[in-house]
T-cell receptor, first 113, second 114 residues
Framework: EAQVTQNPRYLITVTGKKLTVTCSQNMNHEYMSWYRQDPGLGLRQIYYSMNVEVTDKGDVPEGYKVSRKEKRNFPLILESPSPNQTSLYFC????????????FGPGTRLTVL | GENVEQHPSTLSVQEGDSAVIKCTYSDSASNYFPWYKQELGKRPQLIIDIRSNVGEKKDQRIAVTLNKTAKHFSLHITETQPEDSAVYFCAARGYGGATNKLIFGTGTLLAVQP
């Protein structure tokens, strides 16, 4: 089944404790992206990747890192999480960047205490 | 950079009525405009999209219109049903270079009353 998976789905952590949210897709998509969703703010792009080893900042990259060592995986890293990073995170992938449907993962609910 | 504004933030309609959600964008280079539906507790899913070389697109009860001159696009849902209740997001994407980002609107909570 074609899908985007994320892990963990729920995470409660404390300020400063490094964490990684994994994202994997099995559709051989080139383009992958991370979003955060906050009430009243919609979906805001954190980072995106056009292909392996090619990443770029979205609109809210501060406090986040990403890597794209393999085509299927695009982990989101929070080196030192803070409470303002409490949010719902979605990973998404698409065949390319130019007007292709983005397929979203199930979401990761992160709470930073 | 691109900015997308979406209105209204909430919309309540009676079952069977039509619903219209409007979005404006700022970057005239944007050329792809998708609409996503997000049911409660679920992931966003694409319901319809339109490219800048087309003025209107329909898929059964949903349609999207695009006015490039005015830089706005709208989602139209006819004969609404309770299962249409969800949050709807519009988005706009530029073309090439630094405009490969997909910028979303802030969402519209649509409630269809039975």
């Amino acid at each position: 089944e074609a899908q985007v998976t994320q892990n963990p789905r729920y995470l409660i952590t404390v300020t400063g404790k490094k964490l990684t949210v994994t994202c994997s897709q099995n559709m051989n998509h080139e383009y992958m992206s991370w979003y955060r969703q906050d009430p009243g703010l919609g979906l805001r792009q954190i980072y995106y990747s056009m292909n392996v080893e090619v990443t770029d900042k979205g609109d809210v990259p501060e406090g986040y890192k990403v890597s794209r060592k393999e085509k299927r995986n695009f982990p989101l890293i929070l080196e030192s999480p803070s409470p303002n990073q409490t949010s719902l995170y979605f990973c998404a992938s698409s065949l390319g960047a130019r007007g292709n449907e983005q397929f979203f993962g199930p979401g990761t609910r992160l709470t930073v205490l | 950079g691109e900015n997308v504004e979406q209105h209204p933030s909430t919309l309540s309609v009676q079952e069977g009525d039509s619903a219209v959600i409007k979005c404006t964008y700022s970057d005239s280079a944007s050329n792809y405009f998708p609409w996503y539906k997000q049911e409660l507790g679920k992931r966003p899913q694409l319901i319809i999209d339109i490219r800048s070389n087309v003025g209107e697109k329909k898929d059964q009860r949903i349609a999207v219109t695009l006015n490039k001159t005015a830089k706005h696009f709208s989602l139209h849902i006819t004969e609404t049903q309770p299962e249409d209740s969800a949050v709807y997001f519009c988005a706009a994407r530029g073309y090439g270079g630094a405009t490969n980002k997909l910028i979303f609107g802030t969402g519209t909570l649509l409630a269809v009353q039975p």
